[in-house]
């Protein structure tokens, strides 16, 4: 991991390499349309509520470059 960029905390900065490294390696080991979220921005909870929202996969990554994939909300069905 490098030098943190300017206003990119540290696990941003871990969102950022891991994105290089999968598009370099054109090896995507999650799931498609997977939100990437930081887990010490300031908008972390912002963040969260709205691809939950959207129903999106979340990965959160931590400072220390742990993550937990959160799966994508199944769509519900209509009661009959």
């Given at each position: 991991m490098g030098a943190v960029a300017r206003g990119e905390t540290p696990a941003q900065e871990i969102v950022s390499?891991?994105?290089?490294?999968?598009?370099?390696?054109?090896?995507?080991?999650?799931?498609?349309?997977?939100?990437?979220?930081?887990?010490?921005?300031?908008?972390?909870?912002?963040?969260?509520?709205?691809?939950?929202?959207?129903?999106?996969?979340?990965?959160v990554v931590y400072p220390d470059g742990r993550e937990r994939l959160i799966p994508a909300a199944k769509a519900r069905r209509p009661r009959s």
């Open positions: 390499d891991r994105m290089i490294e999968l598009l370099l390696a054109d090896k995507i080991e999650y799931p498609n349309e997977l939100t990437f979220i930081a887990s010490d921005t300031s908008f972390f909870g912002s963040s969260m509520r709205k691809a939950l929202a959207a129903g999106k996969a979340i990965l």
